[in-house]
């Protein structure tokens, strides 16, 4: 009985992290490693129920600091002061991206602390394509979750697909397609969310990311999301 209330918590808590678009990232976007010295900043809210918000929304704190240019270390605490099925202090996510070249880099995630009591550990790499002739780009991410944080059973698959259209200096659009499965059984635990979302610039440095998603498929690791809503503030800043 232990072990079944084990495994249900577990599955509880990879549908709740499926809500962001990078649930296996200290970084809730995809960004790749910024310039030396730079420092991030973001707080954000989620919610797969925006019928319901008071009651089912996540809070994420993350914060990033570029070591040099090669080299991006930075955390994410995710809190439930207002979501009933969570902890007040939900998880704790830390991680590092290492650039390899300037549109790919690796990354490496642990959460020491979340509400599996479980350690996890996400391995991945990202790649940007430039279309500036087409006025966006592409950026994509494979991410492998590993230990019973990140996948009750086998390991945890997330692929993220993410088309980019720059509207003005002002306006950037995105629409995410985060797939996600376990190498159990990749049929069964297919799950993909379509997450449509823009950055609007409200002043050097200060961005508001505003978005909405759903389920186009879900399996067992994700719970069906009819409309949910994220809302983020992201504050860039560099230190001389």
Same mark, same amino acid.
């Given at each position: 009985?232990?072990?079944v209330?084990?495994? *249900? ?5 990879f *549908?709740i ?17 910024g310039k ?6 973001d707080?954000? /809210?989620a ?7 008071a009651?089912?929304s996540?809070?994420?704190?993350m ?5 040099n240019?090669m ?5 994410? *605490?995710s809190?439930?002061?207002?979501n ?6 939900s ?9 390899l070249?300037?549109?790919t880099?690796?990354? &490496?995630? /642990? ?5 599996a #009591?479980?350690i996890?550990l996400s391995?991945?790499?990202?790649h940007s394509?430039?279309? #500036?002739n ?10 492998i979750?590993?230990l019973d *944080?990140?996948?009750?059973v ?11 259209r720059?509207?003005? #200096?002002?306006?950037t659009?995105?629409l995410? /397609? /985060? ?9 069964e ?6 997450l449509?979302?823009?950055d609007?610039?409200l002043?050097e440095?200060?961005? &508001?990311?505003?978005?909405v ?7 067992d690791f994700a ?5 949910g809503v994220?809302v983020?503030? &992201?504050?860039?800043m560099?230190l001389q």
């Open positions: 009985m232990k072990k209330l084990m495994a *249900a918590a577990l599955v509880t808590a *549908a992290q499926s809500l962001s678009a990078q649930s296996l990232n200290y970084d809730p976007y995809y960004v790749l490693p030396a010295r730079s420092l991030g900043v707080l954000g /809210l919610t797969p129920d925006a019928a319901n918000f009651d089912a996540d809070i994420d704190l914060g990033k600091y570029a070591v240019d080299l991006e270390v930075g955390g994410r *605490a809190f439930g002061f207002l009933e099925g969570a902890d007040s202090f998880s704790i996510v830390l991680g590092a991206k290492y650039a070249q300037e549109n880099a690796l990354t &490496l995630n /642990l959460t020491p602390f979340n509400e #009591e479980e996890g391995l991945g790499v990202m394509l430039d279309l #500036e087409l006025g966006g780009g592409l950026n994509s991410q494979l991410q979750g590993l *944080a990140y996948a009750p086998g390991v945890g698959v997330e692929i993220l697909l993410q088309p980019v720059s509207i003005n #200096e002002k306006f659009a995105y995410d /397609l /985060l797939i996600s499965t376990n190498t159990d059984d990749m049929a635990y297919l799950s993909v969310l379509a449509p979302n823009v609007v610039v002043a440095g200060w961005i &508001l990311n505003a978005g998603y759903g389920s186009l498929m879900s399996g719970e069906d999301t009819e409309v994220v983020t503030i &992201l504050r860039d560099h």
